[in-house]
């Protein structure tokens, strides 16, 4: 997902500024996602993949390699895996990942005792990586650089199911971001929340986009085509934008219009809302896909839609932002003003609707498949997109790196 594509352009783009990274990290484990593709891209990176205690290894071991393809999102495997995280996760702090330290020990110990390594960087979540890396740093004296893809200590994707949970992340977080030689971060507002543990120096380094994926020329349909990206859950709820979209169907019809979600359903519920609201003519869950079947998608649709609701922090960017812009496609952000919001309006490709407003979405869908027939063409701020271009960021964490061995 995000933060594997993330680490995976790190992995690749490094070289060219001077690192050569080694990738330590867990063999294959049960989730409800799985894209092999990113391996292409790093025949030339050595990946060390280890054993692990934690409850995803655990049932990718004994259930075999179908278990572990992303086959657990319904059934009686699905709910032991449910109801087994729960548990787990209530009594181990920050995550259950911590339980990978257990089995990545040795062969980190290897490693380091047989190359000659000049920097650490962990990447979380799973937060417990920094606290691993901490330990080894601190044990062969060497540079650590932390990177915060999301909130760690009161964040948006971190359980906190009481208030000494809460007590305990916000101290390991600070004693990470206290003894790390450098904190990176995806977005300006992460950065202001861990300059309050610790006004330190800090860097915001963006997620973002490939740009040899992003060459698929645009062809005109007959249809409007709408497309949504992305894993709904929590802070992707569907109901008002498939409201909207009932309203807009009896507007148009069926034969006006196509809407095609990509992406795992979390809440197992989206074919039923679908269902219920009289869409399955016009409506498709495609599920999961590769990262390029992915990008290929964006390109050729007429109309993107981005979905945040519920109550993310304002620093909130999901990852797929910078390949929403990268597509050059119109974009109706069907959210808050969210700092990802922020930089859609920059990129002038985008008009913002509040979530909770069904009139106001319709209205929205309407205006764009009237300017897709008067073929009105785009505004792009090419140079602000450009800015993210995955080799850009990685030259800019380079950079740190090369800083923090100095």
């Avoid at 540079?143 to 009161?154: E, H, K, L, T």
């Avoid at 090419?382 to 923090?404: M, S, T, Y």
Wanted: with cysteine.
């Amino acid at each position: 997902m995000g933060g594997t594509q993330r680490i995976a352009s790190f992995a690749e783009h490094l070289p060219k500024y001077g690192w050569q990274p080694h990738i330590l990290t867990v063999k294959d484990i049960v989730y409800h996602a799985y894209d092999e593709t990113p391996l292409t891209r790093l025949a030339s990176v050595s990946i060390t993949r280890t054993e692990s205690l934690d409850p995803n290894r655990l049932l990718a071991r004994f259930l075999g390699p179908t278990a572990s393809k992303g086959n657990v999102q319904s059934g009686r495997l699905h709910f032991i895996k449910k109801i087994a995280l729960r548990c787990i996760n209530f009594f181990i702090v920050p995550d259950n990942k911590v339980l990978w330290t257990l089995k990545a020990s040795k062969p980190a110990k290897l490693l380091l005792e047989s190359k000659q390594f000049d920097c650490i960087l962990s990447s979380g979540p799973p937060h417990s990586s920094h606290l691993f890396a901490m330990k080894l740093a601190r044990k062969y004296r060497l540079p650590w650089v932390a990177d915060f893809r999301d909130g760690w200590a009161s964040g948006d994707f971190q359980p906190n199911s009481t208030w000494l949970h809460r007590k305990i992340d916000a101290y390991l977080q600070q004693k990470v971001i206290q003894s790390a030689s450098h904190v990176i971060t995806v977005s300006s507002g992460l950065e202001e929340a861990i300059k309050k543990f610790e006004n330190k120096k800090v860097t915001t380094i963006t997620n973002g986009y490939d740009a040899t994926l992003f060459q698929t020329p645009y062809e005109d349909t007959a249809l409007f085509q709408i497309l949504h990206v992305g894993s709904v859950g929590n802070f992707v709820q569907v109901d008002n934008f498939l409201q909207s979209a009932q309203l807009f169907k009896k507007e148009k019809g069926n034969n006006a219009f196509r809407i095609r979600f990509i992406g795992a359903d979390l809440t197992g519920k989206l074919a039923e809302k679908i269902s219920a609201a009289g869409l399955s003519a016009v409506v498709e869950h495609a599920g999961y896909l590769s990262h390029a079947a992915v990008t290929a998608a964006l390109q050729k649709a007429d109309l993107l839609v981005y979905i945040v609701s519920g109550n993310p922090s304002t620093g909130f960017i999901p990852g797929k932002t910078f390949e929403y812009l990268a597509s050059g496609r119109p974009i109706l952000a069907i959210a808050q003003k969210i700092e990802g919001v922020q930089l859609l309006l920059q990129g002038r490709v985008t008009q913002q609707v509040n979530p909770e407003d069904v009139e106001s979405i319709h209205k929205a869908l309407r205006s764009f498949y009237d300017a897709y027939h008067k073929k009105q063409p785009m505004k792009l701020d090419l140079n602000f997109i450009q800015g993210f271009e995955r080799k850009k960021l990685v030259e800019k964490l380079a950079a740190v790196l090369d800083a923090v061995v100095r």
